[in-house]
């Protein structure tokens, strides 16, 4: 069986880890240098996966994308745990007609 195709790709900053987002939604995140297993696999999105950002610790992901309701979701990679909350259609911080979001990025609370 052939894994969905990949998206987007993203080398975390310690350069240790590989995360993947995939047109089923999943993200996936893979072993560099000389491990190249599989080490975590999760479902943030129903939808294709636009784009993926690492946090500056290397501990969360936050993916973007096409979905049923939720356009990006940001999780901690390892156990997959929602960190904060999902982007939806028509969120106060939303206009109410977006349907997807194609860029993802962490940024600094001040």
């Not at 350069?15 to 089923?24: H, I, M, P």
């Not at 990006?72 to 939303?94: I, M, S, Y």
């Amino acid at each position: 069986m052939c894994a969905p195709w990949a998206m987007v790709a993203r080398v975390s900053p310690n350069g240790q880890w590989v995360a993947s987002g995939d047109v089923s939604g999943r993200v996936r995140v893979w072993g560099l240098n000389d491990d190249l297993t599989l080490k975590a696999e999760h479902q943030p999105l129903s939808g294709a996966i636009d784009d993926i950002a690492w946090s500056d610790d290397g501990q969360r992901i936050v993916a973007c994308g096409d979905g049923k309701g939720t356009f990006a979701k940001a999780f901690l990679w390892d156990t997959g745990n929602t960190v904060g909350r999902g982007v939806k259609r028509g969120g106060a911080a939303l206009a109410p007609h977006l349907v997807a979001s194609t860029s993802a990025a962490f940024g600094t609370e001040h």
